[in-house]
């Protein structure tokens, strides 16, 4: 199995309990073709009865498919900037591999790394982690892929009675920067190699061609990462926990818990009601990001050390880190001059953006519907015309941003129709909002799935108008705004 590292120290052979009842609750075609899974005419498997205990955790076949040695990976890692020691997969088990995708069952029982939990995920966060997960996918972002959910009449107690649930999940890999933690805090320089060798034999072959190939592991690691974050800032998304163990190795948004999306702008936004300190808030994203590449750049020094004095090692490490701000900066500028219409670029898009962001917090503007509502606007329009600007308070203020705006347009001779078009394929009508979710949720947990397939099908599709589903486009009620999770859901 690619990337699990030899030895019982680095996994545990384990199998999925039991699942009571197991039904099917949702299933993504889309996250199927990764695996070249074949369909019936109702949209599942073929041999959907075996699929449905397969993924439920209750056997180990399905059609020609066979796992022999389900596991569940040790970690380590920062939560919340504290260091926390050993963690690992405690309600997670990896299958093992279908095509080029990994396939775990979150929520499949029990490993030796559940601490105090039951290792079970409740039909709630898989409902949220199954739809944001291809959500995010339609977004062109970045993550980790849902195959289906499966739901059980199986209590579970959380703050009240729920019903157990399993997400399956596909990903090229699982492995994140709390692997990288683990065994530096063990000082195992030989599983440090071992998991640095299989992630460039696997995913970044282009290292080898480096004299460096560790050091540019790193750096290759840290861009994506740095790009990613630029992307989630970009839909206005907030993770809402990003400890080390939670960020990827390959750039992937993975482990979808307390997060959530935007709906009035906020820059101090905070989606996790359990981050009482704001840690993990919208505008705290990028630097906290940085903070686990430091993490990540502390845990591969050995490797560094190898070939390299102490000295050098800690020297070359701490300039590729500091490569990750610019990295993140400009994809920010990128993606916000696309997300306004720019085809070139001038020195003061940045202030331009940043006096629009202002803007929208002050008067707490909804983040999906004002960029979306660019595309309406021609150069021919007197800013007091346009109609999005009554969703400032302050009028003369955005009055003024779109005079500079519309002058900027005109000075690139931009295309009202052509840049319309430009503008609505990066600039979403669809996200996934707290409201929409919870309205699915509380329907499947009366055994009604119609709404979490309606919101895999809207959500699919996020920058298509979608006319007969235009009320989901809409910002929540004013009562519902601020809807919070926590880290339990």
């Known amino acids: 199995m690619a990337f699990l590292l030899e030895g019982d120290d680095a996994y ?111 039909l709630r966060s898989s409902i949220r982690e199954f739809l944001c ?18 739901g059980s009449t199986q209590p579970v107690m959380r703050e009240a009675i729920e019903t ?12 994140r920067v709390g692997h990288f933690e683990h065994f ?102 990028p630097q906290i990001m940085h903070w686990n590449m430091a993490c990540l750049a502390s845990s591969m020094l050995p490797l560094m050390e190898i070939t390299h004095s102490k000295e050098v090692s800690k020297k070359l490490l701490t300039l590729a880190l500091e490569e990750f701000p610019q990295i993140y900066q400009d994809s920010w500028v990128q993606l916000f001059r696309a997300k306004l219409g720019f085809l070139t670029e001038e020195s003061g898009d940045i202030e331009l953006i940043e006096r629009l962001l202002i803007a929208m917090h002050q008067s707490k503007v909804d983040f999906t519907c004002f960029f979306r509502g660019l595309s309406k606007i021609s150069t021919e329009n007197n800013p007091t015309n346009i109609e999005i600007r009554n969703e ?12 500079d705006y519309l002058s900027r347009l005109l000075r690139e001779n931009s295309i009202d129709e052509k840049r319309r078009s430009a ?8 996200i996934l909002r707290n409201h929409l979710a919870q309205a699915a949720i509380e329907k499947a947990q009366k055994n009604d799935f119609s709404e979490v397939g309606r919101l895999l099908e809207i959500l699919s599709n996020p920058y298509e108008e979608q006319a007969q589903f235009s009320t989901y486009a809409a910002p929540p009620p004013i009562h519902i705004n601020d809807i919070k999770v926590s880290c339990s859901s």
């Open 133 to 150: 997960s291809e959500a995010m996918h339609a977004l062109g972002i970045p993550t980790t892929r849902a195959l289906a959910i499966i």
């Open 184 to 285: 530096a805090s063990l000082e195992s320089t030989q599983h440090l190699k071992q998991l640095a060798d299989n992630l460039i034999a696997h995913h970044y072959p282009e290292c080898l061609e480096n004299k460096h190939p560790y050091l540019e592991l790193f750096k290759m690691i840290s861009a994506r990462n740095a790009t990613l974050t630029a992307l989630w800032q970009s839909v206005g998304f907030c993770h809402g926990v990003l400890n080390t163990d939670n960020i990827s190795l390959l750039g992937l948004t993975i482990d979808y818990g307390p997060f959530g999306f935007l709906n009035q702008f906020e820059y101090d936004h905070v989606c996790n009601h359990s981050d009482t300190s704001g840690r993990y808030a919208y505008h705290n994203q």
């Open 164 to 175: 157990a649930a399993v997400c399956a999940r596909l990903s090229p890999s699982f492995l």
């Open 12 to 122: 545990q052979l384990v199998s999925p309990s039991r699942l009571l009842n197991p039904h099917w609750v949702g299933f993504s075609r889309s996250a199927a073709n990764l695996i070249g899974l074949e369909l019936d005419q109702n949209g599942l498997p073929k041999e959907a009865g075996e699929w449905l205990q397969l993924l439920a955790g209750n056997q180990l076949h399905a059609g020609n498919i066979n796992f022999t040695d389900p596991k569940a990976s040790v970690y380590s890692g920062h939560q919340f900037g504290i260091w926390a020691g050993q963690l690992g997969d405690g309600r997670a088990i990896l299958l093992g591999k279908i095509a080029d995708q990994e396939i775990q069952l979150k929520g499949a029982g029990k490993t030796r790394y559940s601490r105090m939990g039951d290792g079970r995920a409740v």
């Open 423 to 430: 503008l609505n394929e990066i600039n979403p009508k669809y």
């Open 392 to 403: 400032f308070i302050n009028r003369d203020q955005i009055d003024l941003w779109f005079a």
